[in-house]
């Protein structure tokens, strides 16, 4: 993929809901913490780590993405000063793209070095538990929050590979309520268990059996029109992230066949995401920039977007208002009775 534009499309606040902490790191971090615990590493620069965690084609595998991780995972999981430094950084990052909200997903295990079976990325056992790590992304995010004034949340993120760390993550995620963790993920290899199963199945399972509020991507709902059609009935949220889509190997490589262009036509409910900026090489207003050149999305429409992004939010209800409020402020658009 070419260099990311620094061309801004939509230039206005904006909420981003779909985001892997550990697929958002800066390649310069990761180098500068590889030297100082002392880990070598096949780059020398930035830009070299860069080159190293990037797909820059779309992938035939999944795993090949997921291989991605293993090039630097093992030098940030275990180690509490770089865990709350990617966080920080994380909420600067995001400012500078014009976020003013954004819940950011990771695994606690996987950054994890004890209380965690087996432990990541072949590290030595030591002294980050899953539950240190939730305390120290919550540093990280508090402290970006108060220097960068934006808001930020957290999502813990099951892993479909590891069910066995599941009941922990739902335990973390209660105990951390109130400390900034508003949501649970189930994130991994989805081609894991499921070959022979219609992916369908999958989204079936997901809204009726656990309830789903929100669809990580969503776009293959489209292949089923009966549920497509019951999810719009029932306002369901769809965090698209239109790059990752195209590199993972989700969707049609051509943005004009993408399903976005058919969620804008019947005006769904979806935010646009980056999901995995460090390894797309993108920043959010690539997603924005290719929705815009490619899908037809207008300034209305990612007005639109970001509004139901704020309403799709897991904040409580009384901060959701305000955020919503904030977007129709900064859009200058009136609200209407419904909206208000
Ligand atoms: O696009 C994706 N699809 C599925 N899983 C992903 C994606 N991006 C990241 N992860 C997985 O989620 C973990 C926690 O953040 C990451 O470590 C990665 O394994």
Redesign the pocket.
Known sequence: MAEPSTETIFNKPKIELHV????AIRAETILDVAKRRGIKLNASSGKEMKHLCTVYQPVKM?AE??AK?EEY?PVIAGDKEAIRRIAYEFVEDKSKEGVIYVEV???PH?LANTDVEPIPWKQEKGDVSPDDVVQLVNQGLAEGEKDFNIKARSIL?C?RHMPNWSMKVVELCKKYKEDGVVGIDL????TINVRDQSCHRLAYEAVEVLKAERI?HGYNTLKDQVLYKQLREQNMHFET?PI?SKL?GACDPDFTKHPLVTFRKDKVNYSLNT??PL?FNSQLHVDYRTAHEYMGFTEEEFKRLNINSAKSSFLPEKEKKDLVNKLYEAYEMVQNAENA
């Open positions: 892997h902490l550990d697929g999944f993405f997921l991780f995972m997903r990771y695994s996987l993120c892993m994130a991994g290899d989805e990580g992230c990752s993972t999901d995995d390894i």
